[in-house]
């Protein structure tokens, strides 16, 4: 048995459940590329900064590309028609400069060697989901990876954490959701299963929000602390 596994064992944890942007990943400026390339080939004047994007991160692709537009008034037709090209732009910028945040792969790996399964549950489309997590961690990291498909709810709601447990055959006390913001934790509320809140990620980490977690890591070193 791996040495370090023996505290990760006495947590009451099985599986652990990561959000995607801002949690095991650091995608912004590939999202703010894809939205400014976008929103110049269709001849709007408008451009964002990394921060200003980073607002609108949290909710899917569809909410993230109506907020960026929300200054133009766009008719529901056009709303669709645009995401659709941002769509195509976000695949082609995707991976250019995404990175895992530091130490995060060698601590994911490190879990995997002390028997936890690993998800992913993420709002970003689910082919994009895949695509990234392919591109930067393989395949056989995760157990399963999950994106937003078309009929699907998008977080807050919980159903997909359901389904993992039946799944898995895990009780809810035996998962960890780990995510960076206030849908990630009202995700794990919804699921009823107990919710870590990375700080370095892309919300706005006021003390209310703080107060609704169950753990709060502000680095890996602190993820790293928590589990070996």
């Known amino acids: 048995m791996f040495s370090s596994c023996k505290k990760v064992q006495k947590t009451p944890y099985k599986a652990i459940i990561f959000d995607l942007d801002g949690?095991?990943?650091?995608?912004?400026?590939?999202?703010?590329?894809?939205?400014?390339?976008?929103?110049?080939e269709l001849g709007y004047n408008l451009t964002y900064t990394y921060e200003e994007v980073k607002h609108m991160i949290g909710n899917g692709s569809f909410i993230l590309w109506e907020r960026a537009t929300k200054p133009l008034n766009l008719t529901e037709e056009e709303l669709n028609r645009t995401h659709e090209i941002y769509l195509r732009h976000y695949l082609a910028e995707q991976g250019k400069n995404t990175y895992p945040f530091k130490d995060e792969e060698k601590l994911l790996k490190k879990l995997k060697k002390c028997h936890l399964k690993l998800f992913v549950y993420t709002n970003?489309?689910?082919?994009l989901a895949l695509d990234i997590i392919s591109k930067t961690y393989g395949d056989k990291l995760f157990e399963l990876v999950i994106g937003h498909k078309e009929g699907m709810k998008v977080k807050p709601n919980g159903n997909i954490i359901d389904e993992i447990a039946r799944l898995y055959s895990y009780s809810k006390d035996q998962i960890l959701y780990i995510g960076d913001s206030h849908v990630d934790i009202e995700t794990a509320r919804n699921a009823n299963v107990k919710v870590g809140l990375v700080t370095f990620g892309y919300?706005?980490?006021?003390?209310?929000?703080?107060?609704?977690?169950?753990?709060?890591?502000?680095?890996?070193?602190?993820?790293n602390a928590f589990f070996f």
Not at 23 to 40: F, G, M, R, Y
Not at 124 to 127: D, F, G, L
Not at 203 to 221: C, V
Request: aromatic share 6%; proline share 2%; charged share 30%.
């Open 124 to 127: 970003k489309p689910h082919n």
């Open 203 to 223: 919300d706005t980490y006021t003390e209310s929000l703080l107060k609704e977690a169950d753990y709060i890591f502000n680095s890996i070193d602190d993820l």
């Open 23 to 40: 949690t095991i990943l650091d995608t912004l400026e590939d999202i703010k590329n894809a939205v400014n390339i976008t929103l110049k």
